[in-house]
């Protein structure tokens, strides 16, 4: 299940690195491909940076679907095409990072939400949040 979680992500990032191979910058292509070695790291930043790889993704689809659009509009040749593709793939780019809120990923990633914890107190008051005991509900 964690492989069907991750694969948008990296199919998303294979598709920037290609784009990025296009363009001639093999300094992204490399960092597109140890963005995709990043997906084997279980730890929340690795997520989280993965997250942010992918939201700054989308941007680079729609600045390139803004500078091929504008292209070819001066050209006078047709473009709408273009820009329903790349708006698309920028999309599925963004939505990508919302891979890591599925119940697997957030497990693996360790990305749960944080325990609550109670205050050693007097036998008989309420209990409290606090983060300076450590012990766990």
Known sequence: MKFLALLPVGLSILVLAAHFYRAGNVLLVLAALLLLALTAVPKPWAARTLQAALLVGAAEWLR????????????GRPWLRLAVILAAVAVICALSALAFRT???RARYGLGRRARTI???????????????????
């Open 119 to 137: 205050t050693a107190s007097k036998p008989g008051a309420s209990t409290t949040s606090s983060r300076r005991t450590g012990q766990r509900l």
């Open 64 to 75: 390139t679907m803004g500078a091929f659009v504008s292209e070819r509009q001066a050209e």
């Open 103 to 105: 119940k697997a990923l």
